[in-house]
């Protein structure tokens, strides 16, 4: 069975620091993967989807990063955290051309 | 650009009793459609996919449908518990484009059943 990992569940970093949160996917090869970020109060919004290793999109401008460094593994990164960074971070995977979803366990990020 | 409506926002009931939840989208091009659930500062739990061929879905005590000619599905749970108080949410899979599909995600359903 197919399982996804994210971590770490909590952090707090203060203005200015960098940021890497990690997610993998066991139990299957060549997912999509994304980011998604849930603001208090908000909906969902994607942030980043990937079909395959090396290959990012971004669905808005914003102060993040991510990269696919192999094929089961997703970072999201920032070189300087602004305050409107704050969130709550989900990875998710699916299936190339099939549909549903799979989401993690989020991260809690609070910036300071 | 596909938007998703879900109502009512909140929802505060007894045990015991049926729920419908709803959700509307302004593209009633839907591809496929999947309700989740979110318990307080977790992710996000799957709960039924409707794929773009079928009506509906049942798992357990709930019931989804969706209804394309008017652009919109409803969650139903049958015999509320506390247990169901948590955030509900429904999201479009709009159609592939290159390979993937985005969710578009309504706001929400806040969910609270009381003893």
């Known amino acids: 069975s197919q399982t996804i990992h994210q971590w770490p569940a909590t952090l707090v970093q203060p203005v200015g620091s960098p940021l890497s949160l990690e997610c993998t996917v066991e139990g299957t090869s060549n997912p999509n993967l994304y980011w998604y970020r849930q603001a208090a109060g908000r909906g969902l919004q994607l942030l980043f989807y990937s079909v395959g290793i090396g290959q990012i999109s971004s669905e808005v401008p914003q102060n993040l990063s991510a990269s696919r460094p192999q094929d089961r593994q997703f970072i999201l990164s920032s070189k300087k955290l602004l305050l409107s960074d704050s969130g709550f971070y989900l990875c998710?995977?699916?299936?190339?051309?099939?549909?549903?979803?799979?989401f993690g366990s989020g991260t809690r990020l609070t910036v300071v | 650009k596909q938007e998703v409506t879900q109502i009512p926002a909140a929802l505060s009931v007894p045990e015991g009793e049926n729920l419908v939840l709803n959700c509307s989208f302004t593209?009633?091009?839907?591809?496929?459609l999947q309700w989740f659930r979110q318990d307080p500062g977790k992710g996000l739990t799957s709960l039924l996919l409707i794929q773009s061929s079928q009506r509906e879905q049942t798992s357990g005590r709930l019931n989804a449908s969706l209804d394309k000619s008017s652009g919109r599905s409803t969650l139903y749970i049958a015999a509320s518990q506390p247990g169901d108080s948590a955030t509900y949410l429904c999201?479009?899979?709009?159609?592939?484009?290159?390979?993937?599909?985005?969710?578009?995600f309504g706001a929400g359903t806040r969910l609270a059943v009381h003893p």
């Open positions: 999201a479009d899979l709009s159609g592939e484009s290159g390979g993937y599909n985005k969710l578009i």
């Open positions: 593209d009633s091009a839907i591809y496929n």
């Open positions: 998710a995977w699916s299936r190339p051309r099939e549909s549903g979803y799979t």
